[in-house]
């Protein structure tokens, strides 16, 4: 169901931990935010003590191989920002500031969960201010090899249906749909971990990525099974995180989206390719506010309209 109030923080709140690329400490603190601000990342320790504010939308994104990374890197970027945003998009928080002072959000312990933990801290409060949404108006989809991703008009939630298929009886062929509520995030999504084959990691290893990957953060896979004592937590993790990660991208959105996501051995590449087919035509979408008025320009805090989903300057 549409929620009709854009939401914040009550409060700032702090955590940190290390990449699981980078392999790097960083410190993050979510800070409340206005209406109609959005989520945006606030870059601090760059050389020469210079910050760089990135919007947390599609057109920011400059990676996402085996991760979602927004800027770049010469002037500052951010890598792995799914687990973060899907927390934020899954609780349905409109306005937040990220302040991170490295290179990658913390992998914790490769969910979300303890990004939800952290907010449930301090709390949600409701601004005055509707909500907005991002109505999809006519199927659009992308093909990558077997793999797909579309999006589909459904006027009442967002919905996701995901399908993958591995190799290995470990996985195999999952798939799981849900309708995006806090509560249902919170249930069936949010402690779902990110895996990886053990037979990767030196390749990986190599190629500079998963450098602070262990059994504390990922489903590890061996020929024989999972390596983690403790098991899953759930018994279709895999699938379940793919929503996870799919959450997160998709936020990238801008907004919140009205439609249905559907997609079969997806992952980030997939997730950012349907959302630039959606905003290649005006006409895929439609601006929604909680009162039902649809637009085509977004309107600023200031009171100026601009066309919807433009880049705006900081």
Request: hydrophobic fraction near 40%; charge should be negative; aromatic fraction near 6%.
């Amino acid at each position: 169901m549409k929620q009709s109030q854009q939401t914040t923080l009550r409060a700032a709140v702090t955590l940190s931990g290390a990449g699981v690329h980078s392999g790097d400490e960083v410190k993050i603190v979510l800070h409340p935010a206005e209406v109609n601000h959005g989520v945006a990342f606030l870059r601090t320790g760059l050389p020469g003590g210079h910050e760089r504010l990135i919007d947390a939308r599609h057109l920011a994104v400059t990676a996402t191989e085996l991760c979602t990374v927004i800027g770049d890197r010469d002037s500052g970027a951010v890598a792995t920002i799914e687990h973060l945003m899907a927390a934020l998009a899954g609780l349905g928080i409109d306005n937040v500031l990220i302040e991170i002072d490295g290179p990658e959000v913390p992998i914790l312990d490769g969910s979300s969960a303890p990004f939800i933990d952290a907010i449930d801290q301090v709390g949600l409060v409701s601004q005055a201010a509707a909500r907005r949404y991002v109505k999809v108006l006519k199927p659009v989809r992308v093909n990558q090899g077997k793999a797909f991703a579309e999006l589909l008009p459904n006027d009442r939630n967002f919905r996701l249906d995901v399908e993958i298929d591995f190799p290995t009886p470990v996985i195999g062929r999952q798939r799981k749909a849900i309708d995006l509520s806090p509560s249902v995030f919170r249930k069936d999504i949010s402690r779902a971990r990110t895996f990886g084959f053990m037979r990767d990691v030196e390749k990986l290893w190599s190629a500079g990525f998963a450098l602070g990957a262990s059994l504390e953060n990922t489903v590890a896979i061996g020929d024989d099974g999972i390596m983690n004592p403790e098991g899953l937590r759930y018994g279709d993790e895999f699938v379940r995180h793919k929503i996870l990660d799919a959450v997160g991208d998709l936020s990238l959105a801008g907004l919140p989206l009205l439609g249905t996501y559907r997609s079969y051995c997806g992952g980030h590449r997939l997730n950012f390719s349907v959302l630039e087919a959606l905003f290649s035509s005006r006409s895929n979408y439609a601006i929604v506010d909680g009162a039902r008025r649809e637009t085509g320009y977004a309107e600023l805090g200031s009171g100026v309209a601009m066309p919807a989903f433009a880049p705006e300057i900081h």
